[in-house]
């Protein structure tokens, strides 16, 4: 038989008297009727010489401590751990810094931008007082919530300002740290978008954004350890956007796996997160790889007998979404119609089958993408219906640039199939929506704008000029951007319009 453990017994007779006294206090303050159980547990176990469960179950017979025993026993555990942390937390600045943060974040949720940056001001001076360099970049990456969040310009180009020196700071500290490294990019990546929208110079940050990466020689950690450590060095380097240097340390974890047919079902999980990893790098530094050799390799793994086991079928399901979603999206973006239309007949029975199985993150763009070919196929229609399905979708499991593209989609699709009627009630219903929905709202509104004037106007020679300016003022919003993040582009949209104004 197991013996009982004396852990309890260890952790009470470890405190001190003024911590076992502010243990009583407050649980005292908790109970109402003064008859709290786990504190007579605790003074049983107080004044006992030595460990002795049996005799506590004895003591406390047919009482609500001896008939649930381990339940009792636990719960005091877990209450004596919180007591001790609070007590702890008084004279422990890194506890109060921490908690501080914490506080400073839901001041921000409910948008108490005022008293977040007063929290903030004193935690970070709290901070560089106690060298408590590590917390830094939490306390600059709330900050930079906070700048994005207020959306006062003056407000946010002043943190800004304020964020470069920090943050330059703070790297010189931690650079041969890689986890702090991480962590302080991750600062300059919400920096630079932040910086961006606001039209501050980055050549501010390039003295950061080049910082050199300095770490220990990885080959001497164990395996577990290595692949950690070169799997931050990736997020590091992808963060640089130094992606052929990201693309090479993600080829060595891959590498590190072997063969597919011989990794552990334990180990997939994390297997197919580097993987998609790799795939990223490898397309954002045009490095040609087989995709779709990893890919089939992948379904052919699950196949395996011991992936009809329950504990491990969710693995398959994720497979099975993973893989043809990725295909899906590759063959999109690449103007390959007719292999993810092949694709999307080829899984239409399947899919069926696993949407009681696949995470709605998952399941939502599915329908993305199978709104895409249908739209592309010219089925408006079935495409007005996947936009429908993602728009009644969950807002915390549905993207919210999903979301506004099946907003533009689905104006699109509902003049292309000719539903003038509903068509006009929900572009009157959407517009008051834009601005909540698409950030500023301006990709928004001018399509909803081109779409009313489509609906409206008959002369041929007032379409061209407005689907010219329209098509024009939503190349300024994307400038840069190929497609408007993979999905279909609404601008290639305008220009076939445009192109059948001008052949009628």
Not at 61 to 66: D, L
Request: aromatic residues 12%.
């Amino acid at each position: 038989m197991k013996k009982p453990s004396d852990a309890l017994f260890m952790l009470v007779h470890g405190m001190s008297s003024k911590e076992k006294q502010h243990f009583k206090q407050h649980a005292n303050i908790n109970c109402d009727d003064g008859s709290n159980n786990y504190i007579k547990l605790f003074d049983a176990i107080n004044e006992a010489e030595h460990y002795d469960e049996l005799q506590l179950k004895q003591q406390f017979k047919n009482t609500p401590i001896g008939n649930n025993f381990k339940f009792y026993k636990n719960y005091l555990s877990q209450a004596l751990a919180t007591s001790l942390y609070r007590n702890q937390s008084y004279n422990d600045y890194k506890s109060v810094i921490f908690e501080g943060c914490r506080i400073a974040e839901i001041y921000l949720q409910k948008q108490l931008f005022d008293l977040c940056n007063k929290q903030l001001k004193k935690m970070y001076a709290m901070a560089v007082e106690h060298s408590f360099v590590y917390v830094l970049p939490y306390i600059i990456y709330i900050e930079t919530e906070l700048a994005i969040k207020s959306g006062e310009k003056k407000y946010l180009d002043k943190i800004l300002q304020r964020h470069f020196k920090q943050v330059e700071e703070v790297s010189n500290w931690v650079q041969t740290d890689l986890e702090l490294l991480h962590a302080a990019l991750k600062v300059v990546t919400i920096n630079k978008s932040a910086v961006a929208q606001n039209s501050i110079k980055l050549e501010q940050y390039k003295s950061v954004m080049d910082l050199p990466v300095l770490f220990a020689d990885i080959t001497a950690l164990p395996v577990k350890q290595q692949r950690n450590q070169l799997a931050i060095l990736g997020n590091c380097y992808s963060m640089l956007n130094n992606n052929i240097e990201a693309v090479k340390i993600r080829k060595k974890i891959i590498d590190m796996y072997g063969p597919v047919n011989a990794i552990h079902p334990d180990s997939y999980k994390a297997y197919l997160s580097d993987l998609n990893n790799y795939l990223i790098s490898a397309e954002r530094a045009n490095v040609k790889v087989n995709v779709m050799c990893h890919l089939d390799d992948l379904l052919a793994f699950t196949d395996k007998k011991i992936f009809e086991k329950k504990s491990f079928q969710y693995l398959k399901f994720r497979t099975f979404a993973y893989v043809f979603n990725y295909k899906l999206d590759y063959y999109l973006k690449h103007d390959n119609i007719k292999e993810a239309t092949n694709i999307y007949w080829q899984i239409a029975d399947e899919f069926e089958l696993c949407i009681a199985h696949i995470s709605d993150y998952e399941l939502f763009t599915f329908y993305k993408h199978f709104l895409i070919v249908e739209f592309v196929n010219n089925d408006y229609k079935a495409a007005a219906d996947f936009c429908h399905s993602i728009l009644q979708g969950s807002k915390n499991t549905v993207r919210m640039d999903v979301v506004q593209f099946a907003e533009l989609m689905l104006a699109v699709c509902l003049y292309e199939s000719d539903e003038r009627t509903y068509l006009k009630s929900y572009l009157n219903k959407t517009k008051r929506n834009a601005k909540q929905l698409n950030g500023r709202g301006e990709e928004a509104e001018v399509v909803f704008k081109l779409i009313h004037q489509l609906l409206t106007l008959t002369d041929k020679k007032q379409k061209a000029p407005k689907l010219n300016g329209a098509l024009k003022k939503l190349n300024a919003l994307n400038e840069g951007k190929t497609k408007v993040d993979y999905f279909y582009d609404i601008r290639i949209w305008i220009q076939q319009k445009l192109l059948q104004v001008k052949q009628r």
